[in-house]
């Protein structure tokens, strides 16, 4: 089954606590992207990447990295945790390497409360 | 920056009835502008998408138009059931090649569209 797969789902950690969500995707997709979704603010996107080794900032990348060591992978870094990053987080991936033109298909989510 | 705006961020309608979100968008450079549905606890899931080189586009009770000039779009749902609550997301994107510009997604805030039975 195609599917883009987050871990973990929900997470409740304390503020500089490193974590890592992870995203994986079966699709052989190039476009792999990170979102996160608050209330009254839509979903608004962290970072994203176009191929491996390619990744670049979205309109919200603070207090975040990401890596594309495969085409596969995409996991989501938070080096130093704050209360603010609290949030509904979603990874999201498309077919297409060299334009944002092409349906994206998201995972389950991923819900992280920073205390 | 690139912005997209969407309204009504609530819209009630009666079982039967259509629903229209509207959507504007910044960036003329944006050609692509999906829409997704997501019910409560869920993912965001793709219901149609036009590109800008189409006015219309129609999937069974769905439709989707876009004016270019005035750089705004919009979702109408007609005969509307139950099924279709949940909460509504416009985007709009900018396709430029690699080695260009950026190749983001921008969402607007949502519409929570309650059909009443």
């Known amino acids: 089954e195609a599917q883009v797969t987050q871990n973990p789902r929900y997470l409740i950690t304390v503020t500089g606590k490193k974590l890592t969500v992870t995203c994986s995707q079966n699709m052989n997709h190039e476009y792999m992207s990170w979102y996160r979704q608050d209330p009254g603010l839509g979903l608004r996107q962290i970072y994203y990447s176009m191929n491996v080794e390619v990744t670049d900032k979205g309109d919200v990348p603070e207090g975040y990295k990401v890596s594309r060591k495969e085409k596969r992978n995409f996991p989501l870094i938070l080096e130093s945790p704050s209360p603010n990053q609290t949030s509904l987080y979603f990874c999201?991936?498309?077919?297409?390497?060299?334009?944002?033109?092409?349906?994206?298909?998201f995972g389950d989510g991923t819900r992280l409360s920073i205390l | 920056g690139e912005n997209v705006e969407q309204h009504p961020s609530t819209l009630s309608v009666q079982e039967g009835d259509s629903a229209v979100i509207k959507c504007t968008y910044s960036d003329s450079a944006s050609n692509y502008f999906p829409w997704y549905k997501q019910e409560l606890g869920k993912r965001p899931q793709l219901i149609i998408d036009i590109r800008s080189n189409v006015g219309e586009k129609k999937d069974q009770r769905i439709a989707v138009t876009l004016n270019k000039t005035a750089k705004h779009f919009s979702l109408h749902i007609t005969e509307t059931q139950p099924e279709d609550s949940a909460v509504y997301f416009c985007a709009a994107s900018i396709n430029w090649n690699y080695g260009g510009a950026t190749n983001k997604l921008i969402f607007g805030t949502g519409t929570l569209l309650a059909v009443q039975p």
């Open positions: 999201a991936s498309s077919p297409s390497g060299t334009g944002m033109d092409q349906p994206q298909h």
